[in-house]
């Protein structure tokens, strides 16, 4: 079974880079797969011998030659699965990289990292130039589809290529008929149908093939809307001795019935803890701010505000600059900045925190983060384990 993913991966980075050119072909490029840096894409594997890594992996981005060019693991996730036929597969899912490497062919390399398997790509592109010329896919089938166990993972696969939208066409259904009585010729009622052409200069063997396999998928979406027919891309001459030539394919499209990507696999950049958070005496109030991300994070320009919550009275701000962030915990110092009971939250700008190009949402509520302070219910020595009927 021939692996139509558009992210191929392969044991070496030999194999990964021999996409089936015409040996003929001299001048080998690979700008026709065109990811941008603040998209998310999600490809699911196909490999004969299978891939596994047992959640323990790092994913990497490197040139044609292994050299390390970044390390994006933190914006990558794997689901690990079994397909129809037994095979351990993946599906992996970049998320919003923030990286832009220009034209430059560039490979993502996986590496088991308590094993000794390491897993190569095709090259492709990850850079916002020219994105005016690129299309978003977002596709699936039901069942098994050409190597694709979606019977096991239901998950849109996702990529972006280099074809564009050129112009509609008409294609209006009209049939005619002829009255002998009157000698005129008359046209039923007509059928209005306008179809889409889309284009690329620049294509190679690779793309056009897995062009053509996404384009009979039961469910196609071009730049989130959905294709209802299956269009075929039209090959034509190889253009010198380079390994690309022209293509293109119409289609009609149900503006109705629109997508919108999300993440599938990787998690999205959350507030996993807060503290102080609940119910505390003055006593038990923390000194300090602290909240826990999901992921690394980074500040940017902006603010968080401590507020009385029965009054929404401002006690105190905080800036970027009052902010100390390690990996994914921030932390404020409120030293005596609380000296009386009452009831407080906290709120933040929704681009305070970033990783990557994901911000984080902010809060913007008075429930989402919020603390008691108040005088304690009962002494410690109120009680001992002899007052209470227990196991």
């Not at 896919?137 to 589809?145: Q, V």
């Not at 915990?329 to 933040?348: A, E, M, Q, R």
Request: some cysteine; proline content about 2%.
């Amino acid at each position: 079974m021939i692996d139509y993913s558009f992210i191929r991966l392969k044991p070496t980075l030999n194999d990964a880079l021999n996409i089936g050119d015409s040996p003929l072909s001299q001048f080998i490029y690979y700008n026709q797969i065109h990811l941008l840096p603040n998209e998310n894409y999600l490809q699911i594997s196909n490999l004969d011998s299978g891939i596994s890594f047992d959640g323990d992996f790092k994913a990497e981005l490197i040139d044609c030659e292994d050299n390390l060019l970044a390390d994006i693991t933190s914006n990558f996730g794997v689901y690990e699965f079994i397909d129809k036929n037994g095979v351990n597969q993946i599906a992996f899912e970049f998320a919003q990289i923030g990286l832009d490497f220009g034209f430059q062919a560039i490979s993502l390399k996986l590496t088991h990292t308590t094993g000794n398997e390491v897993y190569y790509s095709n090259p492709f592109i990850l850079t916002e130039e020219f994105s005016y010329e690129t299309t978003r896919f977002d596709y699936k089938s039901y069942g098994y589809f050409n190597g694709i166990s979606y019977d096991k993972v239901s998950f849109y696969q996702s990529i972006r290529l280099n074809f564009w939208f050129d112009n509609v066409e008409n294609k209006t259904e009209v049939s005619d008929y002829y009255q002998i009585s009157n000698g005129n010729t008359i046209s039923n009622r007509a059928l209005y149908k306008q179809s889409e052409n889309y284009k690329s200069e620049y294509i190679n063997r690779f793309s056009f093939e897995r062009t053509n396999i996404l384009l009979i998928s039961d469910v196609v979406y071009a730049e989130g809307v959905r294709i209802t027919n299956k269009p075929q891309a039209s090959s034509n001459d190889r253009l010198g001795y380079s390994n690309l030539f022209e293509s293109s394919f119409n289609c009609f499209k149900n503006y109705n019935d629109t997508f919108e990507w999300d993440y599938q696999i990787v998690e999205r950049l959350s507030l996993i803890d807060k503290v102080p958070l609940g119910l505390y005496t003055l006593a038990s109030l923390p000194n300090s701010i602290i909240g826990t991300f999901n992921k690394n994070i980074v500040k940017n320009i902006g603010t968080i505000e401590l507020l009385d919550k029965d009054t929404d009275a401002l006690l105190s701000y905080y800036t970027e600059d009052d902010i100390v962030i390690v990996d994914n915990v921030f932390t404020i110092d409120i030293t005596g900045v609380i000296t009386s009971n009452g009831n407080y939250y906290l709120k933040i700008s929704n681009d305070l925190f970033y990783s990557g190009l994901e911000v984080f949402g902010g809060i913007d509520n008075n429930t989402e983060w919020s603390f008691t302070v108040a005088n304690a219910d009962f002494l410690g020595t109120d009680f001992n384990n002899d007052d209470f009927f227990t196991n």
